[in-house]
């Protein structure tokens, strides 16, 4: 990966200086927005060194903003979802489930999620209509997991953006909580980098690249820093970071977002998880996983109107 990150913070630097007046990024979704996301995801597991099937899910979903009184409520629902496993369908009922079911999520006054309600309605519309697939959707769909997953998805867009001027080189450096599919909690570093600006359809846009990992000196290595100017970002002297650990993940994500209202226009997203698990015969085995991920949206309305 091209070493930009140090070269920004020192644009950064600059434009702080002599740019007193930045714009700053605001979420802005107006009193009511309609719009669709339609997105693939492409996940490969590999066992043992050994790759697995390519599994491709296309999913459009339909989203509805609404203003209340102390933010907005953001209401999500799949209107199709397509699988396919080494290029042949493959139809899954849980799906149909899925898209006979809202995910409301409470935002807050900047945009952040801070309920989400509806995953507990997917289990109690599986155990109606499909009783034999309850045991294996309480493992996959577990609603406590699936909400907190959710919410945690939209506020990494939202959390490290909102308020923040728009200025060339690191938007923000955090550690999150992030749970892997073990149900294992473990610190997740995040580094967010302004890259561009553009406009689209008269919309001041910025593309933001995010890069995340549990391992931090693996991820001075993606972001092409030694760990001394990482650890000025990090605030924690190499020594002290924690040992890498049998299971991680890493990723990014470049999102192309307006600045006035942080509506995404688009996203590409890669990740890669590390795991050691058991399997039925009782023995460990090394996963690593990769999923890549793409997403165009469509607004149907003006912001506003």
Known sequence: MKSYLPLLILLAVILSVTSGSAESFRFAPGDSLSYRAFSELVRVRTIDGSPGPVDTTSTKTYYHISRTSTGWTKTGQPVSIATRRNGQPVKNPIFNVLMDTEIIHTLDSNGLSVKVDGFDEVINKVEARAAPLLAQAKAELN???MARQDMAEWNSRMRPLVGRQLQLGPVTFETVSHELPTGQEVDLYVAVALIDTMRIDDALCARVDFHSDTN??????TLGMNMDSLAVLVGVAPQEWPAAEANSIQGSRQLVVEVGTLRSRSEHAYTETFLTARGPD????????????????????????
């Open 216 to 221: 931090l000196r693996r991820l001075a290595g």
């Open 143 to 145: 609603p406590t997991r």
């Open 282 to 305: 009782g023995k460990p085995h090394e996963i690593a996983m990769q999923e890549t991920k793409d997403t165009d949206y469509s607004y149907d309305t003006a912001v506003g109107k």
